[in-house]
């Protein structure tokens, strides 16, 4: 089996990697546009090739490296993952971290990730570069757009539709049916009972 290559060298890259060999598979290597170490958990950290240095307007030649597939980008900021993502033209793999429970039934876009106690459950879609951080619950036929983080503990009740790149804050309540509009942040606590867009 191929071995999963991370984008990104901070703390959800490092957890990204623990779900990756958790499940199995090998971590490749990280790629950082800006590294600021050598190796992580053992793995050698470059930059991608398509990095300019801006100083001198070159190409940087050392310590570069073509990025390659099954890719996972693992950066919180939810625009900069969805610049990264559509900078390659790679396979992207979804993860799933053991514990996690995701009915058959249930969708999941490619690189999109699932940590560890989170709920995905019947015909709720999922899409792509998505994070369902630790202990979140998606509740049926849900439709989560890409680019989206569900954080920490959040509850979504049945059929509530999130816009791409909304940011659902840690601890937060959505009753079923309420839909959120791209691109919006909910704080963490919050309790939406109507829709959001």
């Known amino acids: 089996m191929a071995k999963v290559n991370v984008f990104g060298a901070g703390g959800h890259a490092r957890v990204v990697a623990d779900i990756v060999e958790a499940t199995g598979r090998e971590v490749g290597c990280f790629y950082d546009d800006a590294p600021r170490v050598e190796t992580l958990k053992g793995h050698p950290v470059v930059r991608p090739t398509a990095c300019v240095d801006h100083t001198e ?11 390659t597939g099954p890719l996972v980008v693992a950066i919180g900021a939810n625009k900069v993952r969805k610049e990264v993502a559509e900078r390659y033209c790679v396979e992207y793999q979804a993860i799933v971290a053991p514990g996690a429970i995701v009915a058959p039934s249930a969708k999941m876009g490619e690189g999109s990730v699932v940590l560890q106690g989170a709920v995905i459950q019947t015909d709720a879609t999922v899409g792509c570069h998505c994070i369902v951080n630790i202990g979140a619950m998606i509740d049926h036929d849900c439709e989560i757009g890409d680019f989206v983080h569900v954080a920490q503990g959040v509850a979504l009740g049945g059929g ?14 959505v009753t079923s049916g309420v839909k959120i509009g791209c691109w919006r942040v909910i704080p963490p606590g919050s309790v939406i009972t109507e829709d959001f867009e």
């Open 160 to 173: 509530v539709k999130i816009g791409e790149g909304t940011w659902i804050g840690a601890g937060s309540v």
């Open 57 to 67: 307007h070159t190409a940087v030649e050392s310590s570069c490296a073509s990025v």
